[in-house]
């Protein structure tokens, strides 16, 4: 899996973060708090120069708490704040506007606004933690790569200020492990994917590390061999073609939709140990 796609409203984002980077006191980067390295762009430090940096793992409820305890650890030892959130249930912003609180800037008629940029690659959940920031609907929210399209600026009363941008990745993802990570929590759109490579790749994973995850979700007395456990899935939904073969790219579609959704369990694809 050789991911390069990189069009034109990406390097437009990239453009948008060199010219608005001088504009904010901080940068606020949401990783998905399932893969926090493969979600990370490695082109951020060389965008945002010494600005100072807040880490937010975000979709937090859809990890492992222990696991997510730790990436935080780790990257408090790598010199950034960071905080677990939950954008979609208003966990973690309290705490993330009271590590911003340090970032205010003394003014001699009260407190300026405190600016901060919001960057992550496509899908992460900007939109959705914006709006939770904002306790209202400030954002454009989409579920595929790419909805928002140019900056915004959104206020968060009553002293910071949100700078949005699109979802960018870097041109060239090399990692097959970081590619495959990407794909399957979405943040590389669908048309370039193969699903069933990428659902096989998963219920690998599952198979090893949540098998019992996979046996409550999909009403399995056992785990099949790895080439049989898709097509036992489609078997179990009803997912027969006429002459009773098995649509294994619709069984590959409602796994992948079910793991992003969070209906399989909690599950962090990425561990440091």
Known sequence: MDIQWYPGHMKKTKNILKENINLVKVVIELLDARVPLSSQNPDLKDLTGNKKRVIVLNKADLA?????????????????????????????????????GNYKAPSSKGKRPTRAMVIGVPNVGKSSFINSMAKKSAAKIGG?????????????????????????????????????????????????????DLAYRLLEFLSREKPEYLTARYKLKKIPASGELLKQIGINRGLLRTGGEVDTLKASEIILKEFRDGLLGKITLEHLS
């Open 64 to 100: 492992e708490d222990h696991h997510t305890d730790a990436w935080v650890n780790y990257f408090k030892e790598e010199g950034y704040p960071a905080v677990p959130v939950s954008s979609v249930k208003g966990h973690g912003i309290k705490q993330l506007k009271a590590i911003l």
């Open 144 to 196: 595929v790569p790419g909805v928002t399209r140019g900056k915004q600026w959104i206020k968060i009363p009553p002293w910071i200020e949100l700078l949005d941008t699109p979802g960018i990745l870097w041109p060239k993802i090399e990692s097959q492990y970081m590619a495959f990570n990407l794909a399957i929590t979405g943040a590389i759109k669908f048309e370039l994917l193969d699903y069933e």
